[in-house]
């Protein structure tokens, strides 16, 4: 039955220090490393074993699948890295003080921000010292300089589409190693989940997510690896 493993990364340098991330690139803190390493032993604990393997191009994202794999002996399996598994684009509230913020803006404008669906936050500045245009990584591709969650789903779910579900549909078992909106905007497709109730759904770090599917290609209900 072809199997859908999620994990968020591990707990980041900024997510520690509550700082808004989105597409700048942030290493893992010791406790990310911790947690990656754990979601790994638990696939292996499970029997739970991945074929197959996406990321984005973003570094939290890479090394959390690369510990997880290799704690389940699965370093070996091929691997994609694609930007549209990144993160939402935070646009001008990258490496701001998420307190910070709210005192400055208030409580509501972040909350708009932070949680609504089709409300992008204030743009990147060209130039700003966040601005990735020239990153070599993302040669070629439009940057963009602010995301809204919906927006978040409109470059992951095609991807989707046409890149993951097909290995998926032919029997492998997938591992996706990406961040919390990119995960989310999946979650919301496979589960069916409103425009409203996605932005309040909480996806923890480093705690596989899984989807069976059935010879339809139907998932079933998620649920998280721990509790099975």
């Known amino acids: 039955m072809p199997t859908l493993i999620l994990v968020r990364h591990g707990q ?7 700082r808004f991330t989105g597409w700048w690139d942030v290493d893992l803190t010791e406790k990310g490393v911790a947690e990656a390493t754990a979601a790994g032993e638990l696939l292996a604990e499970k029997g739970l074993l991945p074929t197959r393997a996406f990321t984005s191009l973003q570094t939290r994202a890479i090394k959390t699948l690369h510990l997880a794999l290799e704690a389940c ?12 598994l990144n993160e939402r684009h935070y646009g001008g509230l990258t490496g701001l003080d998420k307190q910070e913020t709210r005192d400055k803006h208030g409580d509501e404008q972040v909350h708009i921000w932070r949680r609504s669906f089709d409300v992008p936050p ?7 010292e966040f ?4 990153d070599p990584r993302y040669a070629g591709i439009d940057v963009p300089t602010a995301e ?6 409109e470059r992951v779910l095609p991807y989707w589409e046409s890149e993951i579900l097909p290995v998926l549909a032919s029997g492998e078992t997938v591992i996706i190693s990406a961040h919390g909106n990119s995960l989310r905007a999946l979650v919301k497709h496979l589960s069916n989940i409103s425009d409203d109730e ?7 770090t480093g705690q596989p997510i899984v989807y069976q599917f059935d010879d339809a290609m ?3 209900e998620r649920y998280y690896l721990k509790d099975s």
């Open 12 to 18: 980041s340098q900024w997510n520690l220090e509550n």
């Open 73 to 84: 002996h699965r370093l070996w399996i091929p691997e994609v890295k694609d930007w549209r």
């Open 122 to 128: 204030p743009p990147l500045d060209a130039g700003s």
């Open 131 to 134: 601005d990735l245009s020239t």
């Open 148 to 153: 809204s969650l919906k927006l978040t789903i």
């Open 198 to 204: 996605i932005t309040g759904l909480e996806i923890p």
């Open 218 to 220: 139907v998932p079933g």
